[in-house]
């Protein structure tokens, strides 16, 4: 997990990088989790994960933007559409009150995890962009 955060309630992944460590710089290795920042940098972190070539990223379904178009729609094996919103939890593991305020999607990149996105009990929609 090249973004996890310097205090997180569990491990997402075996390996992980936080904003100290500058996860966009170093070498990432197998497949890859990724809930990048929101905003101007997810671009930025989509484009290594496609070039990477094996992972999934939690980012919003804003299937008009540009950042979409070029990071998603065009290099993607797999999203899933997320039913409803999702929640995210406090660094100490209790669930937040907010939701993230859009709908959210599972990007797959590679074939090993668009088969984990397929075979998930996650509830939403898959397409092959």
């Known amino acids: 997990d090249p973004c996890s ?3 997180r309630p569990w491990d997402t992944a075996e390996n ?3 904003i100290k460590d500058n996860g966009l710089m170093l070498p990432w290795n197998g497949r890859i989790w990724l809930n990048p920042p929101y905003g101007k940098q997810t671009q930025i972190w989509l484009n290594r994960l496609a070039a990477h070539g094996t992972g999934t990223a939690l980012i919003f379904a ?15 094996d797999m999203i899933l559409f997320l039913r409803g919103r999702i929640r995210f939890h406090h660094v ?4 937040g009150e907010y939701t993230g305020g ?3 999607c599972l990007v797959a990149y ?14 939403g929609k898959r397409i092959e962009p």
């Open 110 to 123: 590679g074939a090993l995890d668009k088969a984990h996105l397929m075979d998930s009990k996650l509830k």
């Open 16 to 18: 992980h990088y936080s």
């Open 5 to 7: 955060p310097v205090v």
């Open 62 to 76: 804003r299937t008009e933007t540009e950042m979409f178009f070029r990071e998603v729609w065009g290099r993607a």
């Open 92 to 95: 100490d593991g209790s669930l």
């Open 102 to 104: 859009d709908p959210s």
